[in-house]
């Protein structure tokens, strides 16, 4: 037998593995330092009382004969996918309830897409990225080009005319840049797709995050139904990084290459994905009841608390960064000419503050830190007032 050897191709990652051991050697020298970590992938405010109320409620019904559920749907149930429509429908986006697939989560759905799609496709994917897109489809096989995300454009990396793509991952508000498209630039991508038989696969895992008018979804452009997939989660919007749920939004007229995609993909979940649970999805359409919404945004809000103590301390400074307004992470040009492992060390050293390195996510991440808001109030106050000290 032979293993795939696309998986040669990849290229460690020893990102956080670095971030750790470097962190946990300063923590074992300076033991009476306080190490504050605003380098945090991870939500950290527990679940809407709203939300486990209803988990609890899915859990009661499987311990009933009378209520008890089996393999649930491969799509989700309508009532959770019903939801999620009314739910887009509030931000003025038509997508029907049978466009939508219930999923474990965005992760999963960013790779496994790829099996309704040739090997022989090219992939673009924005430098700097999030690493699944590019391992994903290493994994695959397929062909990889990177559209520079810099400074120049904020981090918004548009279509080179030059280039032919066939699948495009776009990530908006970005990971790890938290940069959001605006409707137009949205749209050059949705012209470049259509002009080009391509398809973008469009993450939107941080829309809750959006404060201005930046659309939520690839859906809000038109033209997009004709070549876009949306992905979205519940991880970031409501806390579901350890509960797991997302969804998988497919226009039903979404062709390519004589195949509708919504059917091609219908296909691949019901033979390899069977479902979310049944206590899950309780809790997921909980999220999207009016009282699920109005309390999810006491957590955002409190990110965003966060967010905005960090950026505002870099306005203060001078220091050049992108995101912090509509995203939970905060992408910032490290200071005074440093790299972004130069950086990390500095900021250790002097602050006991841990961030991750920029250049962990691509190219053009070097010279670029990232910070979260994802920490306590109290903590990240605490790291920026050291930062302060340290870099004034
Ligand atoms: N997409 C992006 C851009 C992310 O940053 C993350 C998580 O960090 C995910 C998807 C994964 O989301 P989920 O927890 O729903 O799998």
């Known amino acids: 037998m032979r293993?795939?050897?696309?998986f040669d191709n990849l290229v460690p990652n020893y990102l956080f593995a670095d971030v750790a051991r470097k962190?946990?050697?300063?923590?074992?020298?300076?033991?009476e330092k306080e190490i504050i970590k605003?380098?945090?992938?991870?939500?950290?405010?527990?679940?809407a009382p709203v939300v486990v109320d209803a988990m609890k409620k899915g859990c009661d019904d499987l311990s009933r004969k009378e209520t008890f559920k089996?393999?649930?749907?491969?799509?989700?149930?309508d009532f959770v996918r019903e939801a999620v429509a009314a739910y887009y429908k509030k931000s003025g986006v038509d997508v029907a309830a049978d466009e939508i697939f219930i999923s474990d989560g965005a992760k999963s759905?960013?790779?496994?897409?790829?099996?309704?799609f040739s090997k022989d496709n090219t992939v673009l994917v924005t430098d700097p990225v999030y690493p699944v897109y590019v391992d994903a489809n290493i994994m695959a096989g397929r062909k990889i080009v990177y559209a520079s995300s810099n400074r120049d454009n904020n981090f918004l990396a548009m279509p080179d005319e030059n280039v032919k793509a066939d699948i495009i991952?776009?990530?908006?508000?970005?990971?790890?840049?938290?940069?959001?498209y605006s409707a137009e630039q949205l749209k050059v991508w949705v012209d470049y797709?259509?002009?080009?038989?391509?398809v973008i696969l469009y993450d939107a895992a941080y829309e809750a995050f959006i404060t201005d008018d930046s659309p939520r979804s690839i859906f809000a452009i038109e033209g997009a139904r004709k070549c876009a997939i949306e992905l979205c989660s519940l991880s970031k919007t409501a806390g579901f990084t350890g509960t797991r749920c997302g969804y998988t939004v497919i226009p039903k007229e979404l062709e390519r290459d004589g195949h509708n995609l919504h059917a091609l993909w219908y296909r691949r979940q019901a033979t390899k994905f069977n479902g979310v649970s049944w206590p899950v999805q309780c809790a997921a359409a909980a999220v999207f009841s009016d009282e699920g919404l109005r309390q999810i945004q006491n957590n955002l809000n409190y990110y965003r608390k966060n967010a905005k103590v960090i950026s505002d301390a870099l306005d203060e400074l001078g220091i050049y960064y992108t995101g912090g307004k509509n995203s939970p992470y905060v992408w910032l040009e490290c200071p005074n000419g440093m790299g972004s492992w130069e950086f990390f060390d500095f900021?250790?050293?002097?602050?006991?503050?841990?961030?991750?390195p920029g250049e962990g996510f691509g190219e053009n991440g070097k010279g670029y830190f990232r910070l979260t808001s994802f920490g306590s109030y109290e903590k990240t106050l605490e790291a920026i007032e050291r930062i302060k000290k340290c870099l004034k």
């Open 23 to 31: 962190t946990n050697e300063f923590a074992a020298a300076h033991p």
């Open 3 to 6: 293993i795939n050897k696309n």
């Open 347 to 356: 900021l250790l050293n002097n602050a006991a503050v841990v961030g991750t």
């Open 169 to 180: 991952y776009l990530c908006s508000p970005n990971n790890p840049t938290g940069a959001a």
């Open 109 to 116: 759905d960013c790779g496994n897409l790829g099996d309704i």
């Open 193 to 198: 797709a259509n002009k080009n038989n391509a």
């Open 38 to 47: 605003l380098g945090i992938g991870d939500v950290t405010l527990p679940l």
């Open 70 to 77: 089996g393999y649930p749907e491969y799509e989700g149930y």
